[in-house]
């Protein structure tokens, strides 16, 4: 029903730059919310931001002053600006929307992960 695409991720080295892109496609009549969470190896996986439809965006603690997310609605896309990366972000990255389908229903939705690495 739907779909979550993320690209972006990659090789960075400490104090580099990484931007992720999340992009939804499907049977969407509305996002109420997007979101990144990531999961480094031997770790639960953990919100690192998200931003409700009209809403202001929040961040875990680690990484708020660093990484800026943001939406644009008219093409159902996330972006997850990282910057002054660190060892400890590396990580898969994963999206997660919570989409109301032309259906009426509402779920959340995952995206497949993008590998993250901060080389130090």
């Known amino acids: 029903q739907v779909q979550l695409v993320e690209s972006g991720g990659g090789l960075v080295q400490a104090g580099g730059s990484l931007r992720l892109s999340c992009a939804a496609s499907?049977?969407?009549?509305?996002?109420?919310?997007m979101g990144w969470y990531r999961q480094a190896p031997g770790k639960q996986r953990e919100l690192v931001a998200a931003?409700?439809?009209?809403?202001?965006?929040n961040y875990a603690d680690s990484v708020r002053g660093r990484f800026t997310i943001s939406r644009d609605d008219a093409r159902n896309t996330a972006y997850l600006q990282m910057g002054s990366l660190k060892p400890e972000d590396t990580a898969i990255y994963y999206c997660?929307?919570?989409?109301?389908?032309?259906?009426?229903?509402?779920?959340?939705?995952w995206g497949q992960g993008t590998q993250v690495t901060v080389s130090s």
């Open positions: 997660n929307a919570d989409v109301t389908t032309h259906w009426g229903s509402r779920t959340y939705y």
């Open positions: 499907g049977r969407i009549l509305s996002i109420n919310a």
């Open positions: 931003i409700p439809n009209g809403g202001s965006p």
